[in-house]
Each structure stands twice: as C-alpha cells, then as structure tokens.
C-alpha cells in the first residue's frame, strides 16, 4: 500500500497545494483560469503532438483501446443521461451535465499527471487517444443534448456546432498534426522538439496545481441525489464498464491490450470529472451540480484511484 500511496500521494499533495495557495490568498480564483487556459492551449498541446509525432502510427492507433474506450464512454453517457432525465426528473441539459460528469474524465488534468508517473513510456499515447475518443464522441454528444434541451434547433444544426467547437480546440489540433507527422515519417527538427519539450514540461505540475485552485469556494450544496448518482458512475461504473469493454471484445475476436494499455484504459475510466465540465455547464445555466460533482469525485478519487494501482499494477 505504501508502494501505490508513493504514486498517487505526490499527485494530489500538488492539488491539495493549488488549493491552499489560492484559499489563503496567494494566488486568486481567477488566475487558476489563466493557468488552466496556459496549460490546455500551449503545454499540453505541444507535449501532446511530441508525444504523437514521435511515434510509429501503430503504436497510436490501437483498435481495442479506442473501441473499448468509445463503447464505454458511450455507455456511460447514455445511462447516466436516461437515469438524470427519467429516475431524477431533471430537464435536458441539467442531464447532459449530469452525463458528462459521469463519462467525461479528467484525463488531461489528472489523468496525463498521474499516467506519467506510473507508466510514462505510455502515457502521451494513451492520452492521445483517450482525447480523440472525448473529442469526437464524448463532449459532442453532451453539447447536442444540452443544445437539443435549450435552444430549438435540428438534430444536424446542434452536432455541426458541438463538433465545430471541439475541432478548434488547440489540443485536439495537436493530436491531429501529430497523426499527420506520423503518418508521413516526418523528421522533426531538434530545436522544434527542444521548444516543445520545453512548454510540455510545464504541464504537469500546473494543471494539478491549477486543479486544487479552481476547487477553492465550490459547495456540494445542491441536488444531492444528483451528485451522488454521478459520482458513483465516474468513479465506480465507468472504470467497470472499460474493464468488461475490453474483457468483451478480446472474447470476440480483438487484440488485447498488451503491456500497459489495459489497466490504463481502467484507470483513465477511473479519473475524477472534466475540469472544464463546469465552464461549459455554466453557459447552459447550470452553475449548482457540475462544481459540486467535480469537488467530490476529486476528493474521492485519491482513494478509488489508489485502490485500483493496487489491484492494477
């Protein structure tokens, strides 16, 4: 246990820092945000296209791992969407949040930290490609359910704006550039890949830090059935469902997941909720829930997360 506590205990004391420098004043709420906007928009970007470009495009594309990833995010989001909207009565996009909270992981503000220090060799591939799953299924298919519930808009009209907003995103820019350069087995120039390094590096320690700063005045007050029903499925029923995807899918017939791959797909199911979650809620009015699900299911995810290293590795 000591083994697992060396891994996930540095993770979160760099939360629990991000926390404390801004509850007393260091630094404010807001600056969290700039930080957060530093490291989605430059750091990551440029670690993930180093990442990506740097490697064989085999070794990115691993069917089993995006199939597996895909099946579960997919079921995830519509049994949580169908449960918010039918068993708690709440309106569209109250339940895409609520869907979103339960199969949107933090995979890259928690997740690429944690992976980097348990399984580094893999990590860039595996957020890569848990991204391109997010981008291309999860977020989209959220954004035309709370899209479908606020304004009256076709089905068609509501995926062309989700999907326009996600393929702007520099991250997913950077996954795509890095296929591209794979693909063609394009050198790149040492000062190109010492420059990228170099804002990658920054990554890590900023979006944990960034992470614990924009926990600082959220309340789990609200609809706590809400919250409890989509902190079960972050971090209890979407980590089953990656571990049944890939059992599944190796049964009929697929590649398994050699290496590391499986109990990262297990782990990346297991990451607390989409940071980003709560800005994209709040543009649709809800301002309650998505904070209050993305302060418990970090907090608990320190020992979900601790005890899945331990059954895992």
Request: hydrophobic share 60%.
């Amino acid at each position: 246990m000591l083994d697992i506590l060396v891994i996930t205990a540095p993770i979160y004391i760099c939360v629990l820092g991000g926390w404390l420098f801004t509850r007393f004043g260091m630094f404010r709420r807001s600056d969290m945000d700039v930080i957060a906007a530093f490291v989605m928009n430059v750091a990551m970007p440029a670690l993930m296209f180093l990442s990506v470009a740097q490697r064989p495009l085999g070794e990115i594309a691993n069917p089993t791992y995006l199939l597996a990833y895909a099946i579960t995010s997919a079921i995830v989001l519509m049994v949580s969407y169908t449960w918010s909207r039918r068993a708690l009565g709440t309106p569209r996009p109250a339940a895409a949040f609520d869907a979103l909270g339960s199969g949107g992981a933090n995979s890259g503000f928690i997740g690429f930290p944690l992976l980097l220090v348990v399984m580094p060799a893999s990590a860039g591939v595996v957020f890569g490609m848990n991204v391109l799953v997010e981008s291309l299924i999860t977020v989209p298919l959220c954004l035309v359910w709370a899209e479908r519930g606020t304004h009256a808009t076709g089905l068609l009209a509501s995926v062309r704006r989700s999907l326009g907003s996600m393929l702007r995103m520099p991250i997913f820019i950077a996954l795509l550039s890095g296929i591209v350069v794979s693909a063609l087995s394009v050198p790149l120039p040492a000062v190109l890949v010492t420059s990228f390094d170099l804002f990658g590096r920054a990554s890590t320690g900023l979006a944990l830090f960034a992470v614990g700063g924009m926990l600082v005045g959220l309340s789990v007050r609200g609809n706590v059935r809400r919250i409890f029903s989509v902190t079960v499925a972050k971090l209890a029923l979407m980590p089953a469902v990656a571990w049944a995807s890939v059992v599944g899918l190796v049964a009929l017939g697929m590649p398994a997941l050699e290496g590391e791959l499986f109990a990262a797909i297990v782990l990346s199911g297991a990451m607390p909720s989409w940071t980003s979650m709560v800005v994209f809620a709040s543009r649709y009015g809800e301002r309650d829930v998505p904070p209050a699900v993305l302060l418990v299911t970090t907090t608990l995810s320190f020992f979900t997360l601790s005890a899945l290293l331990g059954v895992l590795l």
